[in-house]
């Protein structure tokens, strides 16, 4: 692999540690090897431990005295959490944002969700950051700030539980239906039938994955 330019390292090793922790490049609960990985990249351990605390502030890793950074692992609590507070926040944000969407934002949403319908078809690698970002189209256009960056931090924890999620067969062609018709309803500035929709595919997901952290599977 090239080494990374040096303009915005930080910000560059952030995004890059974090894309590989979402697509299951470390095992969880696995140990990150700086040395191995400093190397690889062309760089230092200094900017890479900084961007290590960066995702440790995410909730993406964990540091130990003495021992480094460790994958944290998929836990029900967290799942449970996280979409709790999604269930919350989302349906009416996406309610609001349907109202407010401009032409631009409504075809930058269609795109999205193009580009996560032709991943479920190829190998699905990277399915976890379209689905952040079709879900992200959605709520930006709320025009709520605050709750969209704690939204946006929801869906970067979540990250991991969406792969997780997806796994079973066939999983991931329900969930291309469900986004289609919030997508519908989204451009048709429905915003009571979006909100219900959301909500329901928040909570089918979650017990899903309740089934799923239970067993094991």
């Known amino acids: 692999m090239s080494n990374i330019v040096v303009r915005n390292l930080s910000e560059q090793l952030v995004d890059l540690v974090r894309d590989r922790i979402l697509a299951g490049a470390f095992p969880d609960d696995g140990a990150i090897k700086q040395d191995v990985l400093a190397a690889e990249l062309g760089i230092s351990k200094i900017p890479l431990r900084e961007a290590l605390t960066r995702l440790e502030q995410e909730g993406l890793v964990r540091s130990q005295a003495n021992r480094g950074y460790f994958v944290r692992p998929l836990e029900a609590s967290e799942a449970e959490e996280v979409y709790a507070l999604r269930i919350k926040l989302e349906p009416e944000t996406v309610a609001a944002a349907s109202l407010n969407a401009t032409p631009e934002e409504q075809e930058e949403a269609k795109k999205i969700l193009a580009q996560l319908n032709a991943l479920s078809h190829d190998d699905g690698v990277g399915m976890g950051a379209y689905n952040r970002a079709f879900h992200m189209a959605l709520i930006r256009p709320s025009r709520q700030p ?30 291309n239906e469900e986004h289609a018709q919030l997508l519908d309803m989204w451009l048709a500035r429905d915003a009571k039938a979006v909100a219900k929709l959301m909500q329901k595919h928040i909570r089918q997901t979650i017990q899903d994955l309740r089934a799923q952290l239970k067993n094991g599977g």
Do not use: C, N, Q, S
């Open 146 to 175: 605050v709750t969209t960056r704690i939204l946006e931090r929801l869906h970067v924890i979540g990250d991991r539980y969406v792969r997780k999620h997806l796994e079973p067969l066939g999983r991931d062609h329900r969930a």
